[in-house]
């Protein structure tokens, strides 16, 4: 599991974006499972995610509408599969309206930019 901590914020809201391989929904459970064992992220306000799974795309808004369908999109985009992305947000007190959708794609991105192996492991799934 890779984290990326305090990489956005945002009219008081904060965001963290993390990520790792999957391989099924199982993994899913369990990776979320792992990351909201640390307190900081149990508390957070949404921890949005998604993976391309091989039997076809999964997501969570965890209260976040459509942000889940934002990860999907870009990971489909990528070509990255079996991996899931998780963006966690703390909400700050003031609504972003569709600016939170912009933060979502900045986390992702942050991620896919950031990530360490991922782009040998998108070519290792996909063989």
């Not at 091989?54 to 969570?60: E, L, R, V």
């Amino acid at each position: 599991m890779q984290k990326f901590t305090g990489i956005i914020t945002d009219r008081g809201s904060k965001y963290a974006v993390s990520g790792g391989p999957v391989q099924s929904r199982d993994d899913v459970k369990a990776f979320l499972a792992t990351l909201t064992r640390n307190k900081k992220f149990a508390k957070a306000t949404h921890n949005t995610w998604a993976a391309i799974l091989p039997d076809g795309p999964a997501k969570g808004d965890d209260g976040e509408a459509g942000a889940g369908m934002v990860i999907v999109r870009m990971l489909e985009r990528e070509g990255l599969h079996g991996h899931i992305i998780v963006v966690t947000r703390w909400f700050g007190g003031v609504k972003l309206g569709g600016d939170r959708f912009r933060r979502v794609q900045d986390s992702v991105t942050h991620y896919l930019t950031n990530a360490k192996g991922l782009k040998q492991e998108a070519r290792d799934v996909k063989t």
